[in-house]
């Protein structure tokens, strides 16, 4: 079954990431989307990465 997202929780406890597979007409693709999401004290980093990823 394919999933188009997916949400990672790092081992450490330092924050989350959100990976999103971008499509073509509808079919997948190497495009996805990344974006971390690191606690630093009482805010959150925001990071935010695109490029590709062999399937």
Do not use: W
């Amino acid at each position: 079954m394919y999933s188009q997202e997916s949400f990672y929780h790092f081992t450490d406890g330092s924050g989350i990431c959100y990976e999103y597979a971008l499509t073509t007409d509808g079919e997948p693709n190497d495009l996805t989307l990344s974006i971390e999401f690191r606690y630093e004290g009482e805010y959150m980093k925001v990071i935010f990465e695109s490029g590709l990823t062999v399937l």
